[in-house]
């Protein structure tokens, strides 16, 4: 395996590649937040630099992007999570701030190479990354993959939840874990996710006859439907983990 990092943009990416690498690991719903809609395509236009690929002689079997933004290192100053991040990296670019701080917001791993280690060999480019551009910290508002798994457990809970040889009962928190990033703190409302009750059906799947709270597929947390406003509100609790 001769594994290699480069930054996404620096030449063409065959279409194929690209569309095995990003088919699984997301539901539907993830991609209809409008909050982040907003600014996705000027954070992906200003810092696309910062989007890296790992590469198994020539082809692509992971990716990852980050934003860069400032932080003073305190808990009370962290965004509140994904979506507040690109307003923050927006925010810092706009007042023409440097940055100090890289925030990984999201990491691919093609399905056939789970478990591989590829994505620690990402965390660890963007780590790179972050000190040769001489930026303090890195962290991530890691979106936890067994999460979905026990969506009726508080986050702060979730977080806690250790195997008896005391590493991260979850295994992207291990990941990051296993390089040495430690939990920070909670992100309980990372993302804000509105739709109509149609809406919601189409993305999930699933019928929603009555007002009350549902648990979705591949949820973090429960989808709060209200029949009589036409709304269903999901909020995507996240944890935050620095890396050292
Ligand atoms: C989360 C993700 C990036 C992790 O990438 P990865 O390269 O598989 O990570 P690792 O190799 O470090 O594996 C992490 C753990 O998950 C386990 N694992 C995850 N998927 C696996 C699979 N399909 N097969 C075997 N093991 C798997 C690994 O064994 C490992 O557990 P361990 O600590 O006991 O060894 C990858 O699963 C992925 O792309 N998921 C979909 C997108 C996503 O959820 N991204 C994270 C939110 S930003």
């Keep these: 395996m001769a594994i290699t990092v480069e930054p996404l943009h620096a030449r063409p990416r065959p279409r194929e590649q690209m569309t095995r690498l990003l088919t699984d690991g997301w539901p539907e719903f993830i991609f209809h937040d409008q909050a982040t809609g907003r600014y996705l395509g000027q954070v992906r236009e200003l810092f696309g630099d910062l ?14 992007w980050a934003v860069p933004l400032r932080w003073n290192g305190q808990v009370e100053d962290l965004p509140a999570g994904y979506t507040d ?3 923050r990296a927006l925010a810092a670019y706009d007042a023409g701030d440097f940055p100090d701080t890289l925030a990984v917001l999201a990491a691919q791993v093609r399905f056939e190479r789970r478990g591989d280690g590829l ?17 303090e910290y890195v962290i991530c508002p890691v979106r936890p993959t067994h999460k979905a798994r026990y969506p009726l457990t508080p986050i702060g809970r ?23 990033a430690r939990v920070l703190a909670t992100a309980p409302r990372s993302q804000v996710i509105t739709g109509t009750v149609a809406e919601w059906q189409t993305w999930t799947g699933l ?4 007002s009350g709270d549902y648990v979705i597929p591949d949820g973090l947390s429960t989808l709060h439907i209200d029949r009589e406003a036409d709304q269903g509100v999901y ?7 620095q890396h050292r």
């Design 51 to 64: 989007e890296l690929v790992l590469l198994d002689d020539g082809e692509v079997v992971a990716a990852g």
């Design 85 to 87: 991040c690109l307003v």
């Design 119 to 135: 994505a620690g060999m990402l965390l660890t480019a963007f780590r790179q990354l972050a000190e040769e551009a001489g930026w």
């Design 158 to 180: 979730y977080v806690e939840w250790t195997r008896p040889d005391g590493a991260p009962l979850d295994p992207w928190i291990r990941t990051h874990w296993r390089l040495g």
């Design 207 to 210: 019928a929603f006859p009555d």
């Design 235 to 241: 909020v995507e609790p996240n944890v935050w983990l």
